[in-house]
């Protein structure tokens, strides 16, 4: 599904917690004795699905080589509320030192998960394909867009290096649509795509005379979408149509319908509620161990 780079994320690891615990945590240094050791229970506080168990195991791993981390459930399962995701054991200090990054992590991750989950369901039987977008949490872009895929959505770009896609403001700036897209097909290697954000009839036309790779229908009522849609596929059946603009999970089907083969929505990780996680010592369910 994903191949982690372990020496980055190791290196974000190390400086989020440093953010946390920067000269030391002082509650548990000076009311939790050196040697004592417990068990963390890892348990979800309602519906959803589980994203971010490897990284929550690498933010152990790197406060404490000796703390043993075992997930209860798989990636990306659905869990019901009160569902025990994972088990950490050793020094209680190390424990609590790694507490809340992990959980902050993993809540934020699987409530990307659960949305993602909710929009795919929403496009059960249509072969429109959902993709993220680069409004994601600046330093966690990795980690949004993994839990994206875990949900079962697809990544759009990952940054502004991998693909070229002319907005609005490129428009203005080039001088219009045939400039910009002739200006970057000057300089980039012939296996990069091109793509244009229209929204009109007008843009689109230009957008297709200028041979776009990848054009984005922005902000159309479903008419124009599916109008301009037909227009596409008449002229240009080789390019890939992505639909997008204040995409909600009541209106993507209806988008859909429209023709476009992907579908980008924002929300997937800009505005997503984390998922309830918590961590309770030497408990499960309410029950002593």
Excluded at 244 to 266: F, H, K, N, P
Aim: charged share 25%; proline share 3%.
């Amino acid at each position: 599904m994903f191949e982690w780079n372990e020496e980055l994320l190791r290196q974000s690891i190390r400086q989020w917690l440093q953010e946390d615990i920067g000269t030391g945590d002082v509650t548990t240094m000076t009311t939790i004795p050196l040697e004592r050791r417990s068990k963390g229970i890892i348990h979800v506080k309602e519906d959803g699905l589980v994203a971010g168990l490897p990284v929550a195991r690498a933010v152990f791993a790197e406060v404490d080589s000796g703390l043993h981390f075992e997930p209860k459930v798989a990636e990306g399962a659905s869990v019901k509320k009160g569902t025990v995701l994972a088990e950490v054991e050793g020094s209680i200090r190390s424990i609590l030192l790694g507490e809340r990054l992990a959980l902050n992590l993993m809540q934020r991750m699987s409530g990307i998960a659960t949305r993602t989950r909710q929009y795919v369901d929403a496009l059960d039987g249509l072969p429109t394909r959902l993709v993220d977008t680069r409004k994601t949490t600046p330093g966690h872009r990795l980690l949004e867009k993994y839990a994206v895929r875990v949900g079962g959505g697809h990544n759009h770009r990952f940054g502004l290096y991998d693909a070229v896609m002319i907005k609005d403001n490129h428009i203005k700036g080039a001088g219009g649509i045939r400039a910009a897209v002739q200006a970057a097909r000057a300089h980039i290697p012939h296996t990069m795509k091109i793509e244009v954000e229209v929204e009109g009839f007008e843009q689109l036309d230009e957008a297709l005379e200028a041979g776009a790779d990848i054009i984005m229908l922005d902000n159309m009522t479903p008419v124009d979408m599916k109008e301009a849609v037909a227009i596409i596929k008449n002229r240009a059946p080789h390019i890939v149509i992505e639909g997008s603009g204040s995409v909600r999970l009541d209106t993507i089907r209806e988008m859909a319908a429209t023709g476009v083969d992907v579908i980008s929505v924002g929300r997937l990780t800009y505005s997503v509620n984390a998922l309830d996680i918590s961590l309770d010592l030497n408990e499960r369910k309410g029950a002593v161990e």
